[in-house]
């Protein structure tokens, strides 16, 4: 066991040999960090938290008490392939919430990225990749392989089926089940994921100009009723677009999917 300077560790604690411990981390009482679990500097992991696996934590993250991190996939193909987890740093893990390592088939690694909020009794399973600046609100769950981009909102008790990707600064509204792939900056709501927007509460709030705003708006029109496939009316605007967050979406579109899209209504 390595551990830097200034760390606490509550007596009741258990830390298996070869973990590696930041400086200034906290551990608190009854709480488990396995052999192969590395903690960024300045970490607070609370009470009966259980840190597993292969995984290493950032710097400056929390760990509230009863998160599971790091343990096997839910998968019956893995046969105990020695995988991974990675998150970020500054990251809020709260209570119940759990975090799977990845699978050989998946690429081997699961993937959290920076200043996310993971809520109560939220999943993230195995091989998916989340990005930055994160919500996932109480227990959603994020299925095996899902891409979920930077800025994404994950509502309450929402489903992502595995493999999907949600785009940047989409929002999925509570208690929504998404089989397809959401556009960037995409609304969706309903029981089994409609597409219903943009969402332009989240733009404002990031201080999006009103210019991309407007060209958001008319890119959204011209994939609900241009004329041609989905993919055709994106790579239309693609070659009429000057902006940034336009050619995000249009990227996305044309992207590698193992999915098909929600489209606009």
């Known amino acids: 066991m390595s551990v830097a300077s200034g760390v606490t560790i509550h007596p009741t604690a258990c830390i298996d040999e070869g973990a590696v411990i930041g400086a200034g981390v906290d551990i608190g009482p009854f709480a488990y960090v396995g052999a192969d679990v590395v903690l960024g500097d300045r970490c607070q992991v609370k009470s ?20 599971v991190i790091g343990e096997i996939p839910q998968d019956l193909k893995f046969d105990g392939e020695k995988t991974r987890l990675e998150i970020g740093a500054r ?40 990005g930055n600046r994160v919500i996932l609100v ?12 930077d800025d994404v909102i994950i509502g309450g008790l929402a489903g992502i089926h595995q493999w999907v990707r949600i785009g940047q600064g989409a929002i ?8 397809h792939d959401v556009i960037p900056y995409g609304l969706v709501q309903a029981s089994r994921g409609k597409l219903e927007g943009l969402n332009l509460v989240g733009l404002k709030r990031k201080g999006v100009s009103r210019s991309d705003i407007t060209a958001l708006r008319a890119a959204y ?18 070659d009429e677009t000057e902006s940034v967050f336009v050619r995000r979406i249009v ?15």
Do not use: W, Y
């Open 48 to 67: 009966h938290a259980v840190l597993t696996g292969r995984t290493t934590i950032g710097e400056d993250c929390t760990i509230f008490s009863f998160a």
């Open 91 to 130: 990251n809020r893990i709260r209570e119940h919430v759990t975090i799977n390592t990845g699978t050989e088939g998946g690429g081997g690694v699961t993937r959290v990225g920076d200043d996310c909020l993971i809520m109560a009794g939220a999943h993230v399973a195995h091989d998916a990749q989340v």
């Open 138 to 149: 109480n227990n959603c769950a994020v299925a095996g392989h899902c891409v979920i981009e």
């Open 172 to 179: 999925i509204g509570a208690v929504s089940m998404v089989t």
């Open 221 to 238: 029109q011209m994939l609900a009723q241009g004329e041609g496939a989905f993919q055709d009316r994106a790579r239309r605007l693609g």
């Open 251 to 265: 990227d996305f579109v044309t992207g590698e999917s193992d999915r098909s899209f929600l489209k606009p209504e």
